[in-house]
């Protein structure tokens, strides 16, 4: 029995065994020449042959849902059927025109009706801006920005596991960010969130103190690290595809050092509340060292020149000259300068290209895909690196 089984399952392999017609065409959507299907029910208008012969498929109209369930958190038939007969690149471009609608004004507006009926409770906190949030998503038009705003809240990121749970107006201060310059430029992303309080506190560069050595007090270098290693560069050096430089030992090559870290931390000093609140124990005006309690948490925090790390700062063979004294303006300026070279870093193209193909569309994009969009961040086609438009429209039109 044996014998006979194994010569029958190499029958059924061997293509000498199938007495057939030789079909050179692929099958489906009307490509099915002499091929019957039989099925043994039949429902309705439902044929077995529509399998095989187009008419039940509707390509375009899988296509536009498939390019929705990427570009926004999910459609209905109507919109699935506006985006097959409008096209995906208008569907886009219509997108860019919608207006921005933003967290925190809902989350003011769903406190104050919670505050009016119980002015015993607590907040607004996480739990507040978790209801506007779905509030604004279940609601709105602005279908594109909302989804790039949340790609964009999951690579640079703060977290409600922590003591911003308590700030729903720092959670949704900071959220906006990603949500009002979700279609600008990504440099100012960067320098929006470098100088955020909730950023600030979150990755403590919020009252980071310049160096005391008889003190032993240093630069704090949780942000200096994080920049480089989520937000822009990365921990290996790339190529313009997001694929690993090698050494000539087929090792990967480090993009910074410890030292590049301490340095750069030398930078992200100085910075405080720029607007405190009219609370007991509170300061009238801000200076330096002002909690966050105090610190009114939807304002760009203010740098304070005096408490600026003086000196030079060299970090990625990038030197930022320093002075002994510094304002507040050029103090600040330290701060944007390192960001733009950050910005500018050949590994910020494919490592951000990466990680927003990977929150848009695929978990695992082919080097060639990473390519494309590194190169439509570089340039937008008029010279302008960094456009999300650009970014946004390389990522989903792909083909």
């Known amino acids: 029995m044996r014998h006979f089984l194994l010569a029958f399952i190499n029958c059924i392999i061997s293509i000498g065994c199938i007495s057939a017609q030789q079909y050179n065409d692929y099958i489906g959507a009307g490509h099915n020449i002499g091929i019957t299907v039989?099925?043994?029910?039949?429902?309705?208008?439902?044929?077995?042959?529509?399998?095989?012969?187009?008419?039940?498929l509707d390509a375009p109209l899988f296509d536009a849902s498939r390019f929705l369930g990427q570009s926004t958190f999910g459609a209905n038939l109507e919109l699935i059927e506006d985006v097959r007969d409008l096209g995906m690149e208008p569907w886009i471009d219509d997108q860019f025109t919608k207006t921005p609608q933003t967290l925190l004004p809902l989350v003011n507006t769903i406190w104050a009706e919670i505050y009016a009926l119980d002015n015993e409770a607590y907040g607004p906190w996480a739990v507040h801006f978790n209801y506007a949030w779905w509030q604004r998503n279940m609601t709105n038009n602005d279908l594109l920005r909302q989804r790039v705003a949340y790609s964009l809240s999951q690579i640079l990121v703060t977290s409600i596991n922590s003591d911003l749970r308590e700030w729903a107006e720092a959670l949704a201060s900071y959220y906006d960010i990603f949500i009002s310059e979700s279609f600008g430029n990504?440099?100012?992303?960067?320098?929006?969130?470098?100088?955020?309080?909730?950023?600030?506190?979150?990755?403590?560069?919020?009252?980071?103190?310049?160096?005391?050595l008889?003190?032993?007090?240093?630069?704090?270098?949780?942000?200096?690290?994080?920049?480089?290693?989520?937000?822009?560069?990365g921990l290996y050096k790339l190529n313009p595809d997001g694929t690993k430089m090698?050494?000539?030992?087929?090792?990967?090559?480090?993009?910074?050092?410890?030292?590049?870290?301490?340095?750069?931390a030398r930078v992200f000093t100085g910075m405080s509340g720029s607007v405190t609140l009219p609370m007991m124990y509170c300061p009238t005006v801000p200076e330096f060292g002002t909690d966050m309690y105090c610190t009114n948490k939807t304002q760009p925090m203010k740098m304070f020149g005096w408490a600026h790390q003086t000196g030079s700062k060299t970090f990625l063979g990038h030197t930022i000259t320093g002075s002994s004294f510094y304002t507040d303006a050029t103090a600040m300026a330290e701060v944007d300068d390192a960001v733009n070279f950050l910005f500018n870093h050949a590994n910020t193209p494919p490592f951000v290209?990466?990680?927003?193909?990977?929150?848009?569309?695929?978990?695992?994009?082919?080097?060639?895909?990473?390519?494309r969009v590194s190169a439509a961040f570089i340039n937008n086609g008029q010279g302008v690196r960094g456009d999300m438009k650009s970014i946004i429209k390389a990522i989903l039109l792909d083909p």
Request: glycine share 6%.
């Open 353 to 371: 290209s990466y990680r927003l193909i990977q929150r848009l569309v695929t978990s695992n994009p082919s080097p060639a895909y990473v390519g």
């Open 214 to 233: 008889p003190n032993n007090i240093h630069p704090d270098e949780n942000y200096a690290r994080e920049i480089m290693q989520l937000f822009t560069i």
């Open 38 to 56: 039989t099925a043994s029910s039949t429902q309705g208008s439902s044929t077995p042959q529509k399998t095989l012969d187009g008419s039940g």
């Open 186 to 212: 990504y440099k100012d992303i960067l320098l929006k969130v470098t100088k955020h309080p909730a950023m600030g506190y979150y990755l403590s560069h919020l009252n980071n103190p310049a160096e005391d």
């Open 246 to 264: 090698l050494d000539g030992n087929g090792n990967p090559i480090p993009t910074y050092t410890n030292t590049d870290i301490k340095q750069l």
